[in-house]
C-alpha cells in the first residue's frame, strides 16, 4: 500500500505482493529498481539444494544489486537533472511497470508461483508442460501487450503527465515511453524465467540477472554525460540521438537481464518448447485466485496516476517533479529493504506455520514481536533522514545536471519520507500478516479507502501549498495513508487472530520516541556545529552525513539501553556477546 512509483520486487506500485506459504524467490524485478524486496523461499524449494549456499548467495547479491540499483539512479539523475528532461524520463519509465502490474505483477507471485511450486511436486514431468504452457501464453501475453502500449503511449502521457505541461514536455514523454514500453515484454519474461528457476531451487542467475540491467543503464548515463554532457537542457533541446541513447540503453538493459536468464534454464534441466494447449492450464481458476491482486493493482493505479498528474504540474512550475520525488522514495526503500524486509522475511514462515496450524495467538505474538522490532530499529534511520536531509541531498544526488537547487528542492521532501519510514514497514508488516492466513481480499479491500484518503490528502495540499511543496506534500499523503492501513489492518487482524498485544506496542513506541527526540536534538546541535550551512560542498555534506549519523545513532542506542527497549537491548548484547569471544 505504498505510494511509491517503481515497482520493488514483489510489490507492486502501491503495495506488497503476497509471499503465500508456496510462494519463492523472485529477484529478477521488473524495471530493477533499487530498494527491491525479496520474499524468501518456502522450506520445501530451499531444501532442494543447500540453503546455507543459497542464503549466501541471495545475500551477497541483494547487496551488490541494491548497490549497483543506487549508482543507476544517481548516474541516470547525473546525467539528466531534477528538471523538465529528468522527469519526462522518470514518467516514461513508469508506464512499463504500470502495464506490466496491471497484466502479470502481482498475479505471478499470489496465484501464478504457488501452482508453478504445486505442479512440480504433483506432475508426473515435474511440471515441466505446464511451464512450458505457462511461458508460451505469456510471453504471447507480453509481445502483444507491448505492442499495444507502444500505439497508445500518447494515451498514457495524457494519462500520467499533467495537461500544464508543455507540449515539448509531453512530445519527449512520447518518445521515451515508445523506446522503453517494450520493456513490458523483458521485464514480464525475466520474472517468469527466475520464477521457474527459483521453483526448481536456482537462485544464482535470477539474483544476479539484475545486476547486469544496472551496469548496462550506468554504462549508458556515462556515455550520455561523455557525449552530451550533464548539464540542464530543455525537453525540446532533446535530440533524437539523446532520446535513442537514453531510452535505447534503458530498454538494452532489461533484454541483457532477460537474456542472462536463459542460459540457467538449460543447467536446471528446463526445455523450452511451445505448446499451446493453453485450456489445459485451467485460466478460469488461475483467473479466480487472481482477481483480488488485480483489483489491488488497479485501486493502487489510480492513485499513482493522481500522483504523477500532480508531480507534472509541480514540475512545469520549476518545483520539485517525478524524478527528485522518486529519488527519495528510492532512499526511503533503502532503509526499508535492508532491515523491514529481513524482518518481515524471517517472520513471515513462522506467521504462514502458525495459521496453517491453527495457532493465531502464536502468529500475533510474532506479529506483535515484528512490529516492536521494525519499529525500535527504523526510528533512528527516520531521524537521520530528517536531521541530514540536506547533507544527504547534497552528498548523494548533486552532480552532473542534477544542480544545487535541484538538491535544495530534495531536502524538504526527505524530511517528510522520514515519518513515513515507520508506518510503511508497520502496514507491510500487517499485509504480509494477512497473507500468512492466506488471504489476498482483504488487503485488496483495505487498499480501495487507503487509496482514496492517500488521494484527498495530496490533493488537498497540492491545492492549499504553492507548487514547491507539492513533493514533500506527497510524501506526506503516503504516511497519513500509510498510518490509516496500519490502523485499518490491525483492527481487523484482531478479530481474526485475537490481541496482538497491543499495550506492549504502544509502551515501545513511547520509548522509541523518547530515544528518537533524544536523538533528534542531539543530532542538530552536531550538525549546526559542523562546517557547512544550507548548501554544503561535497566534503562538508559528506562530513555532515557521517558523523551527524554516527552521533544519532549512537544517541539513539544510548537512550534506548536506558529505557530499555528491549528489541534494541537485544540486538546490542547479542553484538557485544559476539565481539567478546
Not at 259 to 282: I, T
Amino acid at each position: 500500500m505504498s505510494g511509491g512509483l517503481y515497482r520493488s520486487a514483489n510489490a507492486t506500485p502501491d503495495g506488497a505482493i503476497p509471499p503465500t506459504d508456496e510462494a519463492t524467490f523472485i529477484s529478477a524485478e521488473p524495471l530493477n529498481q533499487p530498494g527491491a524486496e525479496a520474499v524468501a523461499p518456502p522450506p520445501e524449494v530451499i531444501a532442494e539444494t543447500s540453503a546455507a549456499a543459497n542464503s549466501a548467495v541471495m545475500a551477497v547479491g541483494s547487496l551488490i544489486s541494491r548497490g549497483t540499483g543506487f549508482l543507476r539512479t544517481l548516474a541516470l539523475t547525473a546525467a539528466l537533472g531534477g528538471a523538465a528532461v529528468g522527469d519526462a524520463y522518470t514518467t516514461a519509465q513508469i508506464f512499463p511497470g504500470m502495464v506490466y502490474e496491471f497484466l502479470l505483477g502481482g498475479i505471478l507471485t499470489s496465484v501464478l508461483i504457488p501452482v508453478l511450486v504445486r505442479r512440480r511436486k504433483t506432475d508426473d514431468d515435474q511440471g515441466q508442460a505446464y511451464a512450458q504452457r505457462l511461458l508460451t501464453l505469456a510471453v504471447i501475453a507480453l509481445a502483444i501487450a507491448a505492442v499495444l502500449a507502444v500505439a497508445i503511449a500518447p494515451v498514457l502521457t495524457w494519462l500520467y503527465a499533467s495537461d500544464q505541461q508543455t507540449g515539448d514536455y509531453r512530445n519527449l514523454v512520447n518518445a521515451l515511453s515508445r523506446l522503453m514500453l517494450p520493456m513490458i515484454f523483458f521485464t514480464g519474461l525475466s520474472a517468469l524465467v527466475s520464477a521457474v528457476l527459483n521453483t526448481r531451487g536456482h537462485f544464482a542467475a535470477p539474483m544476479w540477472a539484475p545486476i547486469l540491467n544496472n551496469l548496462v543503464v550506468i554504462a549508458t548515463a556515462g556515455l550520455y554525460i561523455a557525449i552530451f554532457g550533464a548539464k540542464i537542457i530543455e525537453p525540446e533541446e532533446m535530440t533524437l540521438g539523446r532520446v535513442l541513447l537514453i531510452g535505447g540503453g534503458t530498454l538494452l538493459g532489461v533484454a541483457v537481464q532477460a537474456a542472462g536468464l536463459l542460459p540457467a534454464l538449460r543447467k536446471v534441466g528446463f526445455r523450452w518448447r511451445w505448446r499451446f494447449d493453453f485450456g489445459l492450464l485451467g485460466l478460469r481458476e488461475l483467473g479466480r485466485l487472481g482477481v483480488w491482486m488485480f483489483c489491488y493493482v488497479a485501486v493502487s493505479q489510480i492513485g499513482l496516476i493522481v500522483v504523477f498528474n500532480l508531480l507534472s504540474r509541480a514540475s512545469g512550475s520549476k518545483a520539485a517533479g517525478p524524478l527528485i520525488y522518486n529519488n527519495v522514495f528510492l532512499v526511503l526503500m533503502m532503509a526499508h529493504g535492508i532491515i523491514a524486509v529481513s524482518i518481515i522475511t524471517a517472520l513471515m514462515p513462522r506467521m504462514s506455520a502458525a495459521a496453517a496450524d491453527g495457532r493465531y495467538a502464536d502468529l500475533a505474538a510474532d506479529l506483535s514481536r515484528g512490529t516492536r522490532t521494525v519499529t525500535a530499529v527504523l526510528a533512528p534511520i527516520g531521524v537521520c533522514y530528517a536531521v541530514l536531509a540536506t547533507p544527504i541531498a547534497f552528498a548523494l544526488f548533486k552532480h552532473g545536471a542534477f544542480t544545487e537547487q535541484n538538491a535544495r528542492d530534495t531536502v524538504p521532501v526527505l524530511a517528510v519520507a522520514a515519518i513515513a519510514l515507520v508506518p510503511f514497514a508497520i502496514s507491510q508488516l500487517f499485509t504480509f500478516a494477512f497473507y500468512a492466513l492466506p488471504d489476498t481480499r482483504t488487503p485488496a479491500l483495505v487498499n480501495i479507502p487507503v487509496v482514496a484518503l492517500r488521494v484527498a490528502v495530496q490533493i488537498g495540499l497540492f491545492s492549499a501549498f504553492a507548487a514547491s511543496f507539492a513533493a514533500a506534500g506527497m510524501m506526506l499523503g503516503n504516511a497519513v495513508s500509510y498510518l490509516a492501513a496500519t490502523v485499518i489492518s490491525a483492527w481487523l487482524l484482531r478479530g481474526r487472530v485475537g490481541r496482538i498485544g497491543l499495550g506492549g506496542i504502544v509502551r515501545t513506541f513511547a520509548k522509541v520516541a523518547v530515544a528518537a527526540a533524544g536523538a533528534t536534538v542531539v543530532g542538530l546541535l552536531v550538525v549546526k556545529l559542523l562546517p557547512g550551512d544550507d548548501a554544503p560542498t561535497l566534503f562538508q555534506s559528506v562530513v555532515q552525513a557521517v558523523i551527524g549519523g554516527a552521533v544519532i545513532v549512537l544517541t539513539y542506542l544510548g537512550l534506548a539501553m536506558v529505557l530499555r527497549i528491549g528489541e534494541i537491548t537485544e540486538v546490542v548484547g547479542m553484538v557485544r556477546r559476539r565481539l567478546g569471544r
